[in-house]
Nanobody, 123 residues
Framework: QVQLVESGGGLVQAGGSLRLSCAAS????????MAWFRQAPGKEREFVAA????????YYADFVKGRFTISRDNAKNTVYLQMNSLKPEDTAVYYC????????????????WGKGTLVTVSS
């Protein structure tokens, strides 16, 4: 049974930082591109960042470039999202996602989703 378990969300002031983690189990982690998506209240889920199975390629949404960094530790079956210079508009539930054989998972093709972790940025 595949599980993706996110952690690290919470309440932070604008300008602060958080580090999200996603621990994967039940799959061959090195065969999966991994991604983070987010969904704010009343809005559609959107892509945030992705990383290829080797970690050699990373992809970011324009609105997080220069502020967020995605990384992975294949020895620990874990993907991370370091979020710096957080803004109130970054408030959302952040979801971890995995897609086999695709370096940049898309919403419509993701194989597995985590249950999400809430990030709240106060002004």
């Amino acid at each position: 049974q595949v599980q993706l378990v996110e952690s690290g969300g919470g309440l932070v002031q604008a300008g602060g930082s958080l580090r999200l983690s996603c621990a994967a189990s039940g799959l061959t982690f090195t065969l999966y591109g991994m991604a983070w998506f987010r969904q704010a209240p009343g809005k559609e889920r959107e892509f945030v960042a992705a990383i290829s199975w080797s970690g050699g390629s990373t992809y970011y949404a324009d609105f997080v470039k220069g502020r967020f960094t995605i990384s992975r530790d294949n020895a620990k079956n874990t993907v991370y999202l370091q979020m710096n210079s957080l803004k109130p508009e970054d408030t959302a539930v952040y979801y971890c996602a995995a897609e086999k054989y695709r370096a940049r998972p898309t919403i419509s093709t993701v194989d597995y989703w985590g249950k999400g972790t809430l990030v709240t940025v106060s002004s």
